[in-house]
């Protein structure tokens, strides 16, 4: 995997993203962050997925009794039904890694609650199997901070590139000149950005009384 140099970065057309265990039973010993932080940002990095048409598996543990999926992660793709495992380890279930290895994708983006179980169980296993494996540190969680900082540390040891969430949407957009995917990016700031998105509404709203004053 290259640590330096443009293939470094992530591209949309070799990334996959799986989002693993965004539930109420993950959420209620989530310590490490705010939780509110992390729905806004995991939702942000779902989005953005799918305005670059990056394949996003959407997987669950016993979700009968976890809880499903949140929410507005599932609004991002309504029509997809998550894969409830048994498996802590996402990477151990079938139903998942088939479809990533049939995409033919290296770029593996995983988010997940819990930080040090289920996301570094399946980022050290694919690691193993020769992904470039990219973990979104701020889209996951762990029972505290101690926790999520040891985890990090872990994964970055076996070979994890620790990214955010919005760090992904400026590699996979890379150019502003690429306008297929500028406005989608655009609503998706505006809608998760925080400070960025008040500063982009305010810059909008001058833009338009310019207009209007223009015209």
């Known amino acids: 995997m290259p640590k330096n140099g443009l293939d470094a970065l992530l591209r949309p057309e070799d990334s ?7 539930q109420p039973y993950q959420f209620a010993n989530l310590n490490s962050h705010e939780p509110t932080m992390i729905t806004n940002n995991v939702v942000g990095l779902a989005k953005t997925a799918k305005v670059f048409n990056v394949p996003t598996i959407l997987t669950t543990v016993l979700a009968e009794r976890g809880g499903h999926l949140i929410k507005g992660l599932q609004d991002v793709f309504p029509d997809q039904k998550p894969v409830d495992r048994s498996f802590i380890n996402t ?3 079938t ?21 040090e179980i289920c996301l570094a169980m399946p980022a050290i296993q694919a690691l193993g199997e020769g992904y470039q494996v990219f973990v979104v540190t701020d889209a996951s ?6 926790a999520h900082d040891m985890a990090v540390r872990r994964m970055v040891q076996a070979g994890a590139v620790p990214i955010t969430w919005l760090a992904v949407l400026g590699e ?15 609503g998706v700031v505006l809608e998760h950005g925080g400070a960025s998105a008040v500063a982009f509404a305010w810059e909008m709203q001058l833009l338009a009384a310019g207009a209007k004053a223009g015209g």
Not at 141 to 146: D, F, I, M, N, R
Not at 172 to 186: H, I
Request: net charge negative; proline share 0%; charged share 25%.
């Open 172 to 186: 996979w957009q890379r150019d502003w000149a690429r306008e297929e995917t500028a406005a989608g990016v655009a």
């Open 141 to 146: 969680g762990g029972v505290s901070v101690e």
């Open 91 to 93: 990477w151990q279930d």
């Open 95 to 115: 139903n998942v890694t088939d479809v990533v290895r049939k995409s033919g994708r290296k770029q593996l983006i995983l988010a997940a609650l819990w930080t």
């Open 16 to 22: 996959i993203l799986v989002l693993i265990d965004h």
